[in-house]
């Protein structure tokens, strides 16, 4: 009789173990496929006497420096909305495991007015930049 209880325990805390040992993995596996933050640009459009400008057409050009090592390439565009914002999502330039800075190139038309300005691109972030045409 006292074997056949000690059995028992065994049994139940190995059965007590697995389970803690599958509630641990499951919550790693959980918090590893958290989703990134997104990459997104938000461009701000001005005239050089800083009168905001709705309805400029917006576009970022990026050729990779490096096609071995960044393959990413970017021509997309867009307009100003009534605030003189224009905005990119980026985060599908980005490969899963990435990790850096894009440099890209934002070029802005508005009857006549252009401009142009450089701007370095920080993944998972909401980057910023003025755009000044003339």
Known sequence: MGY???YKKKKLFRAVHIGFL?????TALLSGC???APTTLEVSVITDAGTILPNAKVWLKAEPTDTAHNAISIDDSTSTDAAGKAYFDLSSYYKPG????????????YFGLTGSVIKEIKEQERNQVLLTLQ
Request: hydrophobic share 55%.
């Open 4 to 6: 056949m209880q000690m």
């Open 22 to 26: 599958g509630i641990i993995l499951f």
């Open 34 to 36: 958290k989703e990134p």
């Open 98 to 109: 990435q990790i850096g800075v894009m440099v890209i190139k934002v070029n802005g038309f």
